[in-house]
């Protein structure tokens, strides 16, 4: 546990939240729900041991940090990680509730977990054994897959958990390449995509390898936004 002030506050948090999650207890001496809540988040902290750090803030000592969070009442009680706020909650949960709170910030890894941090197909397929549905061994595993041109078993091997961001790409690669269809930058990927727009509506292989070739972008692109509702527009 840390007592951070205004002034340790970008030490003792922010640059610890690189490392590890950082639990940030705001309480007062006078506040009672706080001298409830303190013990047992303490303690919940410490079962973790060492995987997620505590750090408690005066408020009444250290507005400047209150006001950082915008606190209009406390406890009050925020997570972080890599410098950006992960979760949070206000007042004195139950113990249990805190306990399945603070393990979201950091879950115990399983062998299955350890071995899907490795990027050899010999290990991923041995995280599949202990765990047949382990979404980040399926990813690297599908994405080996596609860089050895086995593109139905990198599909067959998505299809067993419900997608993600990076499974639907990894997918609409593998089916993209399957065709041989591939493009060297995003601005191809575009003029593609504003070619196939005039066929969508009648065309169901356009239809597809217009979402496939979406799929491509990072779902943060405008672009993503901007092409879905011109398919819209097309199809109704």
């Given amino acids: 546990m840390i007592e951070v002030t205004d002034a340790t506050f970008d030490k003792d948090v922010l640059d610890l939240s690189e490392t590890i999650p950082v639990v940030i207890d705001l309480w007062a001496p006078w506040c009672a729900p706080c001298r409830t809540l303190g013990p047992m988040i303490e303690k919940v902290v410490d079962e973790t041991e060492g995987r997620v750090a505590l750090a408690k803030v005066n408020v009444d000592e250290n507005p400047a940090i209150s006001q950082a969070f915008k606190v209009q009442s406390i406890p009050a009680v925020f997570a972080i990680k890599d410098r950006k706020i992960v979760d949070s909650f206000v007042g004195a949960l139950p113990e249990q509730q805190i306990r399945a709170w603070v393990e979201k910030l950091a879950p115990i890894e399983s062998p299955a977990d350890l071995l899907a941090e490795a990027d050899d197909e010999q290990s991923l397929l041995s995280a599949l054994e202990l765990d047949p549905g382990h979404e ?21 091997l998505i299809s067993r958990v419900p997608e993600n961001d990076e499974l639907r790409q990894l997918a609409a690669k593998a089916r993209l390449l ?59």
């Fill in 178 to 236: 399957a065709k041989d269809i591939s493009f060297s930058s995003q601005d191809e990927v575009e003029a593609r995509l504003n070619e196939l727009l005039s066929s969508v509506r009648d065309d169901d292989q356009a239809r597809k390898e217009f979402l496939d070739l979406l799929a491509t972008f990072d779902p943060s692109d405008p672009r993503v936004t901007q092409f879905r509702k011109a398919l819209t527009s097309r199809l109704f």
């Fill in 136 to 156: 980040g061994a399926i990813a690297k595993l599908a994405n080996i897959k596609i860089g050895l041109g086995d593109y139905d078993a990198a599909l067959e």
